[in-house]
């Protein structure tokens, strides 16, 4: 049995002398996973010596291939980040890392803007802003990129035109590009291409202003792809937004996923052994908010939110997570 440190539940100091400054978007002040580069230290936490990110990953199911299957739970103490959403505000936004993470996700909130085309008409349009990418490792990769869908004809006065493509590179050296494209009214399609050329279309996370769970893009589904053509797929059910199943680079299933709402999850795959074996996750509610008090950033409000309780995997043994009341550590 092994003791877990969580995310942040409120505001601690240290946290806020950490925060020098805001940057629109990309300006995450700290990072979940391990950043490419870093120094870590510690063991079997991984902790960031830059920004002291602490970085837990629990296995479930390993798989050599053309492309390796990993299958984790990530979990990481950093806890926020300033987003921008509604294209007018900042406000805190929980970044707590991954659950069950196969595949990683995209990170976005929406808005709308106005404007006036040159006869004086009003115009309305939506408008998304991606800030972070975060890898089938829990690593976030943060970016710029937005998004809108106004197709104002011309001439537009001060109305922008539609976003058909845009494409962002993370600022932090490792990489990834993020592409999106919008159709009016809607989003059109998002990929994340690595520095090997491998190419996802991930599941996203709109945090606007409460961050949900992923959920593939209308019409998509979720894969990772080597330039070989050689696919890792996840099948997602479009009821209730969980992954339901792992296909491997050889056709085959791999693992399967079921969850009971928020509460629990199991990951099943065929041990060597050919039983079939479970690794589960139960959560528990807690409420979190933020209390940083920094200028400029909307606080996030109480929230009722499900946080990692127990991972039990197939032998009994586990890992049990507390938390402290006040800071959540």
Not at 51 to 69: E, I
Not at 76 to 94: D, M
Not at 99 to 110: K, N, Q
Not at 161 to 185: I, K, Q
Request: net charge neutral.
């Amino acid at each position: 049995m092994s003791r877990f440190a969580g995310a942040v539940l409120l505001a601690s100091l240290a946290f806020l002398m950490s925060v020098a400054s805001v940057q629109p978007m990309h300006a995450q002040s700290l990072e979940t996973g391990i950043p490419p580069f870093a120094t870590v230290g510690s063991g079997p936490d991984q902790i960031s010596l830059a920004d002291f990110n602490m970085h837990f990953a629990f296995p479930a199911l390993s798989r050599t291939g053309r492309l390796r299957l990993n299958f984790a739970t990530f979990r990481e103490n950093t806890g926020w980040t300033p987003t921008f959403w509604n294209g007018t505000s900042y406000q805190w936004a929980p970044v707590f890392g991954l659950m069950f993470s196969p595949i990683g996700d995209a990170v976005y909130t929406t808005g709308t803007g106005t404007c006036k085309d040159a006869y004086g008409q009003n115009h309305t349009y939506n408008q998304w802003y991606f800030s972070t990418f975060q890898d089938p490792q829990g690593n976030s990769h943060s970016v710029v990129l937005s998004l809108n869908t106004s197709n104002v004809p011309a001439p537009r006065g001060n109305c922008p035109g539609l976003t058909d493509t845009e494409t962002a590179v993370a600022g932090d050296g490792s990489g990834v590009t993020l592409t999106a494209s919008a159709t009016n009214p809607n989003l059109g399609s998002v990929v994340a291409t690595r520095r090997d050329g491998s190419v996802i279309l991930p599941p996203l996370v709109n945090c606007t202003p409460t961050c949900s769970v992923p959920r593939p893009l209308s019409g998509v589904t979720p894969n990772w792809t080597d330039s070989n053509g050689n696919r890792i797929t996840y099948y997602w059910n479009n009821n209730t937004y969980t992954l339901s199943s792992i296909t491997d680079t050889l056709g085959t299933t791999a693992l399967t996923y079921s969850a009971n709402g928020a509460a629990s999850a199991s990951a099943t795959y065929t041990s060597p052994s050919n039983q079939s074996v479970s690794v589960t996750q139960t959560q528990k509610q807690y409420t979190i908010q933020t209390a940083f008090g920094c200028s400029g950033i909307a606080e996030y409000p109480a929230t009722s939110w499900y946080m990692p309780d127990k991972i039990t995997y197939p032998d009994g043994t586990y890992y049990q997570f507390g938390y402290e009341t006040l800071t959540g550590r």
